[in-house]
């Protein structure tokens, strides 16, 4: 029952493959400018704090090397 399991969610991760490369060509095409997260991190911290329109925003790196941003 689990490898049923684990199998359907790794079908619903791959499904989602063409649509994030898809998101990341638009993003390049749109202009924007990619910034290495080295170059966020440079002081060894693992975290930073981002304002945007008035909101305090914390982007994180995981163990796992994810980002993860809360309010």
Not at 19 to 39: D, F, P, Y
């Amino acid at each position: 029952m689990m490898v049923i399991e684990q199998k359907k969610r790794l079908g619903i991760a791959s499904s989602l493959a063409p649509q994030i490369i898809r998101q990341a060509v638009n993003v390049e095409n749109a202009g924007g400018r990619t910034i290495s997260s080295k170059e966020l991190f440079t002081d060894g911290s693992q975290s930073i704090l981002i304002e945007h329109e008035g909101t305090v925003y914390c982007l994180r790196a995981t163990k796992f090397g994810k980002l993860l941003i809360t309010k």
